[in-house]
């Protein structure tokens, strides 16, 4: 039988803002199982989710006194997990962008604006890779971003390689889909040309 737990209740998590150690130690012990399922359904490898789940329970101990509603620390978790997750990706994505860059093209000769708008598509592809559902987003980061072999990824994954094709198939898709919608607006030519690359890239075998 599988064991259930639940969040701590209001009055557990008010005395704990109101300073009191027993408390806030308990708070953070009965959050952890949430928190850790939150981390592995959003974040793209059990590695990622553990860290984001670390990094979660810090913020929880440290500042739970900035939470507004004790009734909405489920909420606030998934908030602060979500982040940990995107910000795993971002870091992915922006090694993976500055190890393909050309020698030309390194961050010691790149003029301010354009590392700016470097930041900002690595922003945007982050966002959109997070947005994918799990097991898309999963397989995507493995193959595309961590440049796994395919094989390695079915493996990982328990699927055979064709399924792993598939699933990656319709990851690619839906990520060029995504940039698409968000490939918009004036004052964007770099950004576009850095996602077609990326879109190039993610659609490659």
Known sequence: MKQRFSWPDERLIKAAQNGDIASLTTVVMESQPHVRRL????????QDA???AQEALIILYRK?????????LASWMFRIVRNECLRHVRLLISRREEVSAEPEASASERSAEDAVLHRLE???IAAAVSALPHEQR???IMRDVQDLPGRAVAHSLGLSNSAMKSRLHRARAALRRSLAATDQGPGLAHGQEA????????GGE
């Open 64 to 72: 739970i006194g900035t939470l507004r509603a004790t009734g909405a």
């Open 39 to 46: 981390a592995l359904s959003l974040c793209a490898s059990p």
């Open 138 to 140: 999963q397989v995507l």
């Open 122 to 124: 690595v922003e945007r």
């Open 50 to 52: 553990e860290d984001a």
């Open 195 to 202: 996602g077609r690359a990326v879109e190039r890239r993610v």
